[in-house]
């Protein structure tokens, strides 16, 4: 065995296309740089004992089933149509427009005659996501044609299809293609997920382990920043009445008299809201700043 082999290495994949940008940002977030990932599906990490592939989000649940990767990031919808059999380690909400989840819908043409699931009896039925389509209908009691779509899904009907399922994150592509939703399939978010096997391995699994824990606390610091300022110890509790963002802050007495440090950690977006506030009550050196990760 070489030394390569001997090595204690976890193999992590990775999603390309659309959740390829996002996925390298929240890694470099965690504290991995990959590098190289826009040239080749085998990336540089600086973590000497992963070994990152860029695979279709669509292929990694299987690999990771079947022992050829450790572990992985890759959507809820894949793993349901893969109907993979792995650990679910943590679901994380972002997307390539969004940090809500997508969703998967039954689409029909405006003026389709089609008005509910059962409709869809003895209909053609385009998607990529073939095998959840066809679960949904059996659970509807439908029976439908469903065929594989290579891509260019929404343009299929009415001419070649009678409807589409298809993925969406604001439903504009499908309004442009002149597209009604009919349904919502299911809702999906990237999943991280391991091979049984390899929870089963005392190293891989404390490895494992603590990716998704930086994962996670970078995941939990999107939108979120933190927020110090001084404040006259008279207006702590006004202002713990009245500024609710600021329930739970670390206050700390200041060297001078009277007077405390306050920290906290707020969503972003309403910090431009409560700083009048803050200033009002007589805060001074009120400085905000960028989190990489909330551990909780």
Not at 1 to 6: D, H, P, R
Not at 64 to 81: A, R, Y
Not at 120 to 137: D, S
Not at 181 to 203: R, V
Request: with cysteine.
């Amino acid at each position: 065995m070489s030394k390569l082999e001997s090595a204690k290495i976890l193999r992590v994949g990775l999603p390309s296309g659309s959740l390829q940008e996002p996925t390298i940002q929240l890694f470099a977030k965690a504290g991995f740089a990959i590098s190289s990932a826009s040239r080749s599906y085998k990336p540089s990490v600086d973590d000497p004992e992963l070994v990152i592939r860029l695979l279709r989000a669509q292929e990694i649940s299987r690999y990771v089933e079947h022992g050829f990767l450790d572990c992985g990031l890759t959507g809820k919808d894949w793993i349901s149509n893969n109907g993979s059999d792995v650990e679910v380690l943590s679901e994380m909400t972002f997307s390539k427009a969004s940090a809500k989840p997508t969703r998967w819908v039954i689409a029909v043409p405006e003026d389709s005659a089609i008005r509910t699931v059962q409709d869809l009896q003895g209909k053609l039925i385009a998607t990529e996501a073939v095998e959840m389509t066809r679960r949904f209908l059996e659970s509807n009691g439908v029976s439908a044609t469903v065929e594989f779509s290579w891509g260019a899904t929404e343009v299929k009907v009415p001419d070649l299809v009678d409807a589409i399922v298809d993925v969406t994150e604001t439903g504009s592509s499908l309004r442009a293609n002149k597209l009604r939703i009919l349904e919502t399939i299911m809702e999906s978010s990237p999943q991280f997920i391991a091979n049984h096997g390899a929870m089963k391995d005392e190293w891989k699994a404390s490895k494992i382990r603590t990716l998704v824990m930086l994962l996670k606390g970078a995941f939990n610091a999107r939108d979120k920043v933190g927020l110090k300022l001084n404040l006259p110890e008279g207006q702590l509790p006004e202002l713990l009445k009245s500024l609710p963002a600021l329930r739970n802050p670390t206050i700390a007495k200041l060297a001078q008299e009277g007077w405390v440090a306050v920290e906290t950690i707020i969503d972003e977006r309403v910090v431009r809201e409560i700083i009048p506030g803050l200033k009002a009550l007589g805060a001074e050196g009120i400085i905000e700043y960028p989190l990489n990760k909330v551990v909780y």
